[in-house]
């Protein structure tokens, strides 16, 4: 089974703090996603990575940056955290082009929720 | 932009029942994919069921199915036998591309309850 891991699911944090939220995946996928999810709004895309240091925003990537220096870890960073992040975070992964039927499936970790205070 | 509708925040439903949850999706593309995700109470959130729009068979699995109007845009997902286990958030998804990972689009949710 695809295992995604995220090292916190509880992470309480203060208004200018530097946050990091990391995400291991465990089944050599290429693709990485960071998701944000909020009450009424669903999931909404961070950033996401294809490749090892390669990355693409999303749809709110604004207070927020990523690294990707392994193919099994990507890391979500705010640099100064404010209460508007407050939010529950979802880390996903997913094949590439060589993953045959199954390339389109994220796979998505626990969740870690945040609070900023 | 592709956007997609969930129009029920909420729905309950007693246990053995058959309950079904609406999404509907505006798209301009012709192939596409369309997912349902469930997300139970503390737990990660894993895929549920997946149509290709392609194909005109529903998909189905054990007791999800799903009934797949691509004129009407609508994606809607049947859950017959309703089990306690079923509480959960449920997300509808449409991704255009499969080479495209980043381009998945989720609904708000439709939180379910199965009740005793």
């Known amino acids: 089974d695809v295992k995604v891991t995220q090292s916190s699911r509880y992470l309480v944090k203060r208004t200018g703090e530097k946050v990091f939220l990391e995400c291991v995946q465990d089944m050599d996928h290429e693709n990485m996603f960071w998701y944000r999810q909020d009450p009424g709004l669903g999931l909404r895309l961070i950033y996401f990575s294809y490749d090892v240091k390669m990355k693409e925003k999303g749809d709110i990537p604004e207070g927020y940056s990523v690294s990707r220096e392994k193919k099994e870890r990507f890391s979500l960073i705010l640099e100064s955290a404010s209460t508007n992040q407050t939010s529950m975070y979802l880390c996903?992964?997913?094949?590439?082009?060589?993953?045959?039927?199954?390339?389109?499936?994220?796979?998505f970790g626990a969740g870690t929720r945040l609070s900023v205070l | 932009a592709q956007t997609v509708t969930q129009s029920q925040p909420e729905m309950s439903v007693q246990e053995a029942e058959t309950v079904t949850l609406s999404c509907t999706y505006d798209t301009s593309e012709s192939n596409y994919y369309l997912f349902w995700y469930k997300q139970p109470p503390s737990r990660q959130m894993i895929l549920v069921i997946r149509?290709?729009?392609?194909?005109?068979q529903n998909a189905t699995e054990n007791r999800f199915s799903v009934n797949f109007q691509k004129a009407a845009k609508s994606f809607s997902l049947k859950i017959s036998d309703s089990q306690l286990g079923d509480t959960a958030m449920y997300f509808c998804a449409f991704m255009i591309s499969p080479y495209n990972n980043n381009d998945m689009r989720f609904g708000a949710g439709t939180r379910l309850t199965v009740k005793p």
């Open positions: 996903a992964s997913s094949s590439g082009l060589a993953g045959g039927v199954a390339k389109n499936i994220q796979y």
């Open positions: 149509q290709e729009a392609y194909k005109q």
